[in-house]
């Protein structure tokens, strides 16, 4: 079993910036073992994808929406992955969650669907005021 834990969120001014945490544990977990992602729920709205960095941290993949303002990486030594949120505006509030997914789960690309990971965490509260 993995449990994920978010931190980082808060209110912030539009413009502003925040970095998210999420540290990863289990029993047997080994970061190298998971591709991560970032997910986000605005309120009466699904969730929906942000980014995903793969396992070793060369790979990563952004939703149009936070292209060139968020970045996701990665410290495997920590078991933590980070999204760092630059330029925010109000249309990015939401809950932020993170989410793991089997490296050699098929297929082994990254991944932007809900149903696609295996573990998630409870989340963490973003608020972007205008």
């Known amino acids: 079993q993995v449990q994920l834990v978010e931190s980082g969120g808060g209110l912030v001014q539009a413009g502003g910036s925040l970095r998210l945490s999420c540290v990863a544990s289990?029993?047997?977990?080994?970061?190298?073992?998971?591709?991560m992602g970032w997910f986000r729920q605005a309120p009466g709205k699904e969730r929906e994808f942000v980014a995903a960095?793969?396992?070793?941290?060369?790979?990563?993949s952004y939703t149009d929406s936070v292209k060139g303002r968020f970045t996701v990486s990665r410290d495997n030594a920590k078991n933590t992955v980070y999204l760092q949120m630059d330029s925010l505006a109000p249309e990015d509030t939401a809950v932020y969650y993170c989410a793991a997914r089997g490296r050699t789960r098929l297929p082994i690309t990254l991944r932007a669907g809900v149903n696609e990971y295996d573990y998630w965490g409870q989340g963490t509260q973003v608020a972007v005021s205008s």
């Open positions: 960095i793969s396992s070793t941290g060369f790979a990563t």
């Open positions: 289990g029993r047997t977990f080994s970061s190298y073992n998971y591709n």
